[in-house]
Structures are given as C-alpha cells and as structure tokens.
C-alpha cells in the first residue's frame, strides 16, 4: 500500500525558474526511498512538498489516499494527524532549532500534539538517552557542535514518533562517526517500522541503506526508479545525471584515470 | 542500536486519517508577514531577470542611463507647462517601446502609483478653499460664507479651474518621475546601476556597503523563509498569540546572531582575499561610440524641452 504517492508534479521557484518537472512517485509502508541527484535537480524541492510545506504548481501529492493541498492542510483535524506522522529533518539545523534550550526544542513536537507534560518529559528523555545528548538538555542550540545540531534536529522530529522520517542531505556536513552514527540510527528506525526518504547525492549512502532509488535528472525530471543494486550499477545513468565523472588521481607515482564513484570503484 | 530504540517509537498511533471538513486554521499574521518577505525574493529575481534582457535601451551603458535619469528628473522638476511634460512622457513611451519593454505591467505599476502619491494626495487642494479661482465643479453649497481668523469659507465649495490645473501638472510630474526611474529599473540590474553611481562620484567604499546590503537582504530573506518551514513542518496546529511572539523574538536573536557572525566570515574572506582597508571597484570598459552617440542624442532632446 502506498502512504505517499506523487503524480505529475511540476514546480517553478518564482513562478520562473523550473524545478521539477512531471514527477510521479510512490512510496510505501515500511521502505526506504531515496531521492539522488546532482545539485539544482530539485531533490530537496521534491522532499518539501512531499511533507506538504511547498505545493505543486501542477499535479497532485497524496498522504494515506488524501491530498495534500493547501485548503486540506488548513483543515484543523488533518493538518494535525499530516504533522504527528511527518517529520522532516532539514539539512541546515540552524534554521530547524528555533527553542531556547535543547530540551524545550525537544519538547516541542509531543506538547503540540497535546501529551501530558510527564509523558511528554518521559519520550524526551528516552530520545535523549538514544541519541546519547543527555547533557546537552540545558543548552542553547547556537552552543552545539554541527554533529550535536542534527543529533538535537532529529530528536525534535523523534519525539514526535512520525510515521514517516524525510531526511535532506541527512550525512552532509558530519564527521565519519556522527555519520556512521547516524546510519545506524536510520536503520534502527527503519526496522521499527519507520518509513525513510532521504535526498541525497552521496551514493555511498545509497548503498550501505540499499533504498529503493528515484534518480533526478538535471532537467528536473526523473530519470529512473529502481533498486540500489540496478541504480548503482547503471554506470551511463550515473554518468548522464552528473553524479559520477572522469577522475584523475595519483597511485604512486603514475596518474591513473577512470569514471569516478566511491561506490562503483572505491567502495569507501 | 537497535536495542536502544524506545519503545514509543515501536508504536503507531492513530493510523486512520481524520474524518475531513473539521475546523480551519486561519493563516496567521506571521504566514502572511513571511509570504510577503518571501515576495522580496521573487521580486529581486524578476528584477534581475527581465533588466538582463536585450533591447534598444537594455543595452545602453548603465553610467550614460544613470546621467540620462537625473538629467531627465531635473527637468521634470523645472518645468511647469504641461507641453514639456507630455514631451517627457511621450520620450520615455517611445524608449520603452523600442527596448520592448512589457507596457502593461510597466504602465500598471506607474499610474497605479502616480495615483496615490500624484492625484489622490494633491486632489483636495484643488479646492477653492486652497485654490482660489473660477469654480467649475461645485461639491458643496454652504447658507453663506464664513470668516474667522486668517480663514475664508466660501458659500460654495468645489474644485477651481486653476485647482485642476495644478493636480494635473503634478499628477503629470509624478507620473514622468515615476516612469524614468522604473525605466532604469526595468532595462539595468540593481547590481549594475549600484556600480554605475561611480560616475557620479560616489565613493568606493559607500558602493560595496550599498552592495554586500543589497546581497544580505536576500540572504536574510530566505534564512526568515527557510525558518518559517522549519517551524511549520512541527506545527500540528495553530500557535497562540503569545507563542508566536516569542517564537519571533527567538528568531530575531537568532538572526542578529547568525548576521553577526556572517559579517566577520565576509570580512575574513574579504582579508583572505587581499582587502587591506582600501577598496578598489572594477573599473568599466570604456563607453562605446553608439553609446555616447545615443547619450548625446538624449542629452539634446532634454535640453530642448528644458528650453521649449
């Protein structure tokens, strides 16, 4: 069953400048979905109006069979129910952390969904302890590392307890073991039932969560859907989106040169 | 960590979707306040895009127009018949239509404001009880005239020939001022036109803060739109007044600081970047010969109906 479906999607930022161009989608219960391209593709526009805070300028976008529109996101008992089964981390934390402290920016989801202040203490301190920011709690966000920005950014969605986790350029920024961290966090919530979809172009991560793939092409378009295993191996794909190149570099003392990914070649 | 998930977070509540067509939440004062900030953006683009386009005056040398502008508005301001003043008009509306300039929308924009700040706000001086003359409207008629102090309430009231005369001609000048700095604005990108104040003598340094200000505010607008997202992805419903005022004092901290630190990364780069106190512009290319030639063509015509 499909919880979020997108058909023909277009957008145009200033009612000029296109950024997606006739994008159907479907996304279902339980998956991890990735949305890859190069930079401009409209991968970070797609995820926004997937989470209904950006609207079509053509074509429609469903959640649980209902449309996303902005009449039905005024609707008080929708815009409720859409919000505690959405979240969305963006990829600057800055402008996601809006609270004095860490706690009361964790706090902030569970007390608009109206939970008691005790159970809503109660889920802060389970995120705290999972994301390991326990002393953190009295901080103000302009105090925190970029790594304990996203740690804080994801808890404030978490403690929501969404349905569905949208993730823009979730690794981007982060030292290798926040990263890894990160990944495994993405998993975990994964197994427990969570749908992800992240917008990226590091095809290392692709791998590693093996995501079912939208590719988008710089035109705007999608390119093609498919498994990471089909995406990752369809080198001319690739190519033509511009998220691998010809790449020059040293081994020893002789340049060597070959189609450039980490994943296809390195595979670090 | 799969041990450490909570066990919240195993649960799935309230799957089913609402029953529809309950309560609405109006949109509040902030939505409408960053709609319009955003509005700034869109408008920079459009800007931007449509003064980059090609076209008789679209590709005359910015510092000849920014001459053009204030030679033009002087004389606007200096002439007082309503010949020279149609003359202007007429100059800009022959300008605008072999640069091919959208009319509509630019004559929209003109007279919507020549409107307000022309017409509508010299309108009650044409008024007998400002404006002595032959009245040839009459508004309102009084028993008798009235006196007291310096003042003369005259019987009839109502706009004078020499009243109409007057609003017409300012309407006319406000209109000419409007149309001859929107006719810049519409062929020259703001950027182009900050750079060309140079040949009127305008410091260097005062040019880059006009600039790197210019630049901020676009930045500052998306930083306020991309936060209002932000929030609003976390919104499950409507946020009280009380919230949302302290929600915007958080933010305007957050700005504040988030400019603060912008402002020292800027002047690093501009240090990293060889910037030693003095600042030196690019020069321009020099004026081509079609461009002074069209310059003095438009010097000549502003000087006609100066003289005229």
Known sequence: MEIIRAEGVHYNYYNRFPALIDVSLGISKGEKFAIIGSNGSGKSTLLQILSGLLFPSQGRVFFHNNELSEKSLREKDFLRFFREKVGFVFQDSDIQLFCPTVLDELLFGPLQLGLEKEAALERVNEIMQMLKIETLKDRPSYMLSGGEKKRVAIGSVLTMNPEVLLLDEPTSGLDPKTQVFLLELILALNEAGKIIVIATHDLSLVDELQARVAVLSEEHRIEKIGTAEEILRDEALLLKVNLIHEHVHYHGQTTHTHIHSHYLFHRH | ?308
């Open chain 2, 1 to 308: 960590m799969r041990n450490k998930i909570p066990p919240f977070l195993l649960t799935n509540p309230s799957s089913l979707p609402p029953e529809r067509g309950g309560g609405k939440v109006s949109m509040s004062y902030i939505d409408k306040g960053i709609e319009s900030f955003a509005g700034i953006l869109k408008e920079g683009y459009a800007q931007w895009e449509s003064a980059s386009g090609k076209g008789f005056f679209y590709e005359l040398d910015t510092r000849i127009k920014v001459v053009f502008w204030l030679f033009f508005i002087l004389v606007v301001s200096l002439k007082k018949e309503i010949l020279p003043e149609l003359s202007i008009f007429f100059t800009v509306f022959v300008i605008l239509l072999l640069s091919r300039v959208n009319l509509v929308t630019f004559y929209r924009k003109v007279f919507l404001l020549g409107f307000i700040f022309g017409f509508l706000i010299s309108l009650p001086s044409s008024l007998n009880v400002i404006t002595h003359g032959e009245v040839i409207f009459p508004v309102i008629t009084l028993p008798k005239a009235y006196d007291f102090w310096l003042y003369h309430i005259p019987g009839v009231i109502g706009f004078t020939a020499e009243g109409v005369s007057v609003v017409s001609m300012l309407t006319l000048r406000v209109i000419n001022s409007l149309s001859l700095s929107f006719l810049i604005l519409y062929t020259t990108p703001f950027p182009e036109i900050i750079k060309a104040l140079k040949v009127l003598k305008v410091p260097d340094a005062f040019l880059i803060i006009i600039s790197l200000t210019y630049k901020y505010i676009f930045i500052f607008a998306r930083i306020v739109a991309d936060m209002h997202l932000a929030k609003k992805s976390r919104l499950a419903g409507a946020l009280k007044s009380a919230e949302a005022r302290d929600w915007i004092a958080g933010r305007i901290a957050f700005i504040f600081k988030k400019t603060q630190l912008k402002c020292d990364d800027v002047f690093k780069a501009m240090v990293g970047r060889g910037f030693s106190g003095e600042i030196k512009l690019y020069q321009y290319q020099k004026i081509t010969g079609r461009d002074w030639g069209l310059g003095f063509f438009l010097l000549t015509l502003g000087s006609l109906i100066l003289w005229v």
